[in-house]
Each structure stands twice: as structure tokens, then as C-alpha cells.
């Protein structure tokens, strides 16, 4: 049986069908759970989505992945093998950029609380600066004197556009805490003091309006206003910016059935819009997209172990092995990742697939319509790529999952299990009294 195949019919809803449960009892007995799995060749084809889309409508073009939303090294190797570039949020980030084979030149650093350190870090390695406010941007000024170099900077726009997403993952609109206000003048002083200050190279223009986006709405309202910005920068400031970045959010379907934009549409909607607006500007920048979600969300799922399952005078409880430590997106945002239970048939009944973690607030997926699975039965948390254990945590004191990455017909350990003894690691012998 083909590894992918498993992992296929599990998505497609076929969890029952042999070759998943062969699939995933292989992986779980010689992995152990909770567990996450990547299908490469998934990463892949939604590189090739995203490249396909855009590649031919906009001729000066840069794509990104948004390394926040899988960091493991293996995973970014493999967008990087598809042409793709770095952003990245953290020194961490740049440091899994440049692990995973980037040239630091080809980093692009992106946070709205850079500390003095991570700034040196990426001016040592020749990052480019995506600033978010002027006192950031008169410390990279400073860095890059101190440090004898030029930081190549742009800055991240709040363009206040609403896309229409959840609240927490809404990141364009006025009252957000990122980037530099476009409107009142705001940006335009910022690009000013910039080319005023030393050390400093300026060289584009950013924004990101969120994530889980479906629609394009927003994403025309935004290029508009950006480019019209760009003209107003190379008009009024004489400034020309190289490029102008739109930012990430491409939305995926978390439900059976869902169609969501696609980057076909996504490209479609802006290349009039671009070419109209690059007509008037009088010089054509590069575009730059940077999505984490869309290139990596539907090739991971998590896999989990029935612990038991409880039938109470208002709800049946699945209790499984993993929690909001090991997948934390339905509980910080109530987000919906699909369930599949393993090699059962039976007829579904209403379920809350509950985390092993003290916490009411832990339930993995509430009021879900399922096969009852009986104690050591395997369920899977689809779409779990992104944001998966990019945030897992050890609360609980429950050492992390591994990460496996099946790619033709082998399952490479990209991420070992952690351990118990990892839990204590970082604690000075004396006061744990070892
Ligand atoms: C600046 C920036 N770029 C890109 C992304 C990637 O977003 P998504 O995973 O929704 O594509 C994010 C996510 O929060 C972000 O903050």
C-alpha cells in the first residue's frame, strides 16, 4: 500500500478504506502518537498552484513562504526547492531560513517587535528589514551605523482594510497593533524620515491583511491603495520603490465540500488592477506574495489515540492523546479542523473529540458528527500543517510530538518525539535538586 495513498483516502473522507487504516496503524505503531504527518508531495503541488497562478500574469514577481506557519527545516527546504523565498517573524525564523540553505539576502524579517539583538542578527546576515514603526526604524538606523552597513528597509502597512476573517487573525484593519498607518499621512512621513536617516537603503512597501482570507475583495481594495501610495511616494518624494508586497493569507477549505479562492482567482482579480495602476505609476515594482497557510496546511494532519470515550447525561467525550498543547488553533480561535476516525464504519453520531489537557477549554472538536471509536482507535485532525505545532507547546508537561514526512513511499522522522528528560532541560540542576 502506497503511504500517500493512506494519507489520501483519510483526507477524501475514505478513513475506513484499507489502505488508510494500514497507513496509519504503520505510522502510529513505529512513530507512536501524537503524531504529525506531512505528505511532501502535497507541499509541492500547492507551491506549483501558487506559482502556476501567478508566475504567468505578473512578469516581475517574487513568492514567499511565511516560515510562522511551519518552521521545521525539512518543510522549508522543500518550499525553497520550489523557487519560494523566506519571510520570516523572529531571529529563530531567519536562522531556519538560512539552516534550511536561504541566503540571508533573500530573507525578508517581518515583525512588529523587533529586539535590538534580532535586529543586529539581520543586519549581520544582510536580511531585509519589513519596519514597523519609527522607533524601530530609527534603531535600525542606529544598528546599521554601529554595525557599518546598510539596512535595506521597507516598511509594513496597516492599509485599514477589512478582509473579512476571524477577529484574532485580522491583521490590515485601523485598530490592529501592525504596521504603519497608511492613511493621515502617516506612511508617507515615515517614508520621508527613511530616506532622511543614515544607514539605511529604502527599498519597498508591505502589508498583510490577515489570514483564512476567501475572498478577493480585500486584496483589490489593498492594491489599490498601495500602488496609489507607491505613485504618491515616487511623485511627491521622488522615491522608487522595487517592490511592493501584498502580503499572505490565501485561505484553504476546512470543511468537506467548501471552495474558497483560489490563487488562479486571487491572480485573476489583482492583474487589472496591477496593470492599471503600474500604467499610471510609470514603472512596474515586483509583486511579492507571501503566503505560510495555503503551501502547507493541507499536507499535515495529526494523528491521536483514543484514550476513552464517555458517554455523560449531556454529551459523549472522545478522549484522546493529544490536546490544545499538541494543536491549539480550536482553542485560541475556534478554529474546525475535520476529524476522521480510523478504519470505523458505523453509523456517526454526534461526538466532542476532547485534548488530554486540564483544561475545559480543551475540546478538539466539539459536536462533530462521527463513527464512534472505541479506546485505542486512531482519529486524524486534518489540515494541521499550518499553525500545528508551529504552536505546540509542553504544557501539561507532555513532551512534543514527532513530525514524519512521507514523501513517494517513505516516511522520513523529520522531528523526533520529544522526551520527558527535554522537560526539564533548560532547569538549572540545583533547583530541580539533581
Ligand atoms: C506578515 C505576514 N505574512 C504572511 C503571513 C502568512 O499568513 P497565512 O499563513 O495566512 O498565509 C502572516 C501570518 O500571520 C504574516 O503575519
Redesign the pocket.
Known sequence: VSLREGLLRARAGEADHPAAVAVFSLLAKEHGTPLYVYDAETIREQARALTAAFVPRFPRLKLRY?L??NTNVHIVRLLLAEGLSP?V?SEGEIRAALLAGARGADVLF?SSSKSPSEIDFALRHDVLLNVDNLDELAQASAAATRLGTTARVSF?INPGVDPDTLHQ?N?GIAESKFGVHLDGGIARAAYETATRLPGLSVTGI?C?L????TETAGYEETARKMLAFVRELKEELGLRLSFVDL????GIPFRDGESVMSPERLADALKPIWEEEVARLGYEPELWI?????LVAQSGLMVARVNSVKTTPVKTFVNVDAGFNTLLRPAMYGAEHRVRVVGKSTPPMVLDVAGDVCETGDILAADRSLPRPEAGDLVAFLDAG??GFAMASEYNARPLPAEVLVDGDTARVIRRRGTFEELHRSEPAGATGR
Do not use: M, N
Request: positive net charge.
Open positions: 511565511a510562522k506557519a519571510e517573524v517581518t509594513r487573525i491583521t508591505h498583510h490577515g489570514s483564512q482570507i502580503g499572505g493569507g490565501l507571501e503566503p505560510g497557510r495555503f499550518a499553525y
